[in-house]
């Protein structure tokens, strides 16, 4: 965070948006919803990415966020509960708010919320093969 600017979740107003609190993060409805019911699990302290957060932090973030999709499974009958957050690994702007968030948006039948799973072919074992070698080469 640059000084001088306000993060809009460090400094949270919507207070009567919070559906949960505990001493590492908080959870509340979305300002800008992806779909109605649409839940931020938002770490307390600043961070920017997924990848920032401690071990224990990303952990904790994990299971509070499946305390709250089980709530909003009863709260709203969703068709499916879809949990996703973006690293802006570009900085092209995919994140609104730069405060890491993680999203739980239900899905109802006959929303406009468009997700495209569009599958590639498959590369073929040679080339999985040398992605998982690249990849595995990374992991520490
Ligand atoms: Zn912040």
């Known amino acids: 965070m640059p000084e001088n600017s306000v993060c809009p979740f460090c400094e949270f107003e919507d207070q009567r948006a919070v559906i949960y609190v505990d001493e590492f993060c908080f959870a509340a409805i979305s300002r800008k919803p992806i779909n109605k019911y ?3 699990v938002i770490p307390k302290v600043h961070h920017e990415n997924f990848v ?3 071990d224990e932090l990303v952990a904790h973030i994990f ?3 499946k305390k709250i999709s089980l709530a909003v499974r009863k709260a709203c009958d969703p068709a499916a509960v879809l949990h996703v957050s973006d690293d ?3 900085k092209k702007g995919y994140n609104l708010v730069s405060h890491y968030k993680f999203h739980i948006i239900p899905r109802f039948e006959h929303d406009s919320v468009v ?3 569009h599958r590639e072919e498959d590369p073929g074992i040679e080339a999985r093969a040398e992605f998982a070698e690249r990849i595995k080469n990374e992991i520490n």
């Open 63 to 65: 299971v509070v966020a």
């Open 52 to 54: 920032d957060l401690s």
């Open 88 to 90: 802006e690994v570009s």
């Open 38 to 40: 649409h839940v931020m």
């Open 115 to 117: 997700v495209d799973y």
